[in-house]
């Protein structure tokens, strides 16, 4: 009889899972063997996504198996596009099932809010290794919720930015945010002052329309654009996504979930994992957009790290 399942709470994953940077070599791995497809040994579907229409609510359902992690985990994630009804949560949920890939018995339940922040934040910093100008001094983050926090850790962290800037819809809260983080971060009033001469700018945002527009950004600047995760969102508009060179994390899934790439009939460049692989070029001295919808693989690795720093009771 196998034994029962173990828990693990936020705090719990947070203080086995560690900073951002922990999972940045294991992610690079892991994008690395997705785009070399079923040579890579990892298997993932395009996540199952269930609306909730009485509550503008979504149920996402992510799972994936890495051959070289020994990783079998499936991911539940809601996420919501207003205001919920009373007691208010966040807008994206998420809950991680870990498993013993060689009898299938589940091996932990684990909170999957800490690991979804900090494996996205970590494949933006990434994308920004490989595709940022050589010279780049400022950060611009719009949204202030909990991923503009993951990416501001791991952000400055890797790099070296002189000038941060943060934009959010309800300026309330990029206060607080700038009141919160360690370091100087400068308000901005509209998303054209925050963005313009930025040579980094991270969207983190709730919006289903554009509002990061191609005519105030920089030339050679780089995007990553991580909110409007539905094919009838977007935060980006045509000039700017017609002017850059287009990255995501998976081409299956930006042609099936990403309204960036759906709506302006962008066309997409290559997939992250590729340039980590060496297949396909970095063009860091053009205009580059790297649209990240968040893989299955990524939490199965994150969630394989905080089990086996669990057992190893560190």
């Known amino acids: 009889m196998s034994a029962a399942p173990v828990f693990l709470s936020a705090a719990e994953v947070q203080r086995h899972l560690g900073g951002c940077s922990r999972l940045l070599a294991p992610l690079e791995a892991a994008l690395a063997n997705f785009s070399s497809g079923h040579a890579g040994g990892v298997a993932q579907p395009v996540r199952t996504v269930v609306p909730v229409a009485r509550h503008r609510g979504f149920l996402g359902v992510m799972p994936a198996y890495s051959a070289a992690e020994d990783a079998l985990a499936t991911k539940l994630v809601t996420f919501y596009e207003g205001p919920r009804a009373a007691p208010a949560g966040p807008s994206h949920q998420a809950t991680v099932l870990l498993l013993e890939p060689s009898t299938g018995a589940l091996l932990a339940v684990m909170d999957g809010n800490v690991i979804t922040a900090k494996r996205t934040a970590a494949v933006s910093a990434i994308a920004t290794k490989f595709l940022k100008p050589p010279s780049s001094e400022v950060l611009c983050i719009l ?57 980094v700018i991270i969207t983190v ?66 997939e992250l994992g590729e340039v980590v692989a060496g297949v396909k070029p970095a063009l860091c001295e053009k205009t580059t957009v790297f649209k990240s919808l968040g893989m299955a693989v990524e939490d199965a690795v994150a969630a394989k790290l905080v089990y086996d720093s669990w057992s190893s009771g560190k």
């Open 143 to 199: 949204g202030a919720g909990v991923q503009a926090y993951s990416h501001y850790e791991v952000f400055t962290e890797q790099f070296s930015f002189k000038e941060v800037r943060i934009w959010n819809r309800t300026k309330e809260n990029a206060k607080k945010f700038a009141d919160t983080v360690a370091g100087e971060v400068q308000v901005c009033s509209s998303v054209q002052e925050a963005v313009t001469g930025a040579d």
């Open 205 to 270: 945002t709730m919006a289903t329309g554009p509002i990061l527009f191609g005519e105030w950004v920089k030339p050679g600047a780089h995007i990553n654009a991580v909110g409007a995760s539905r094919p009838d969102w977007r935060e980006l508009d045509d000039q700017l996504l017609a002017g850059a060179v287009l990255y995501v994390d998976s081409r299956e899934a930006a042609l099936k979930e990403s309204g960036d790439v759906l709506l302006s009939g962008a066309e997409i460049f290559a």
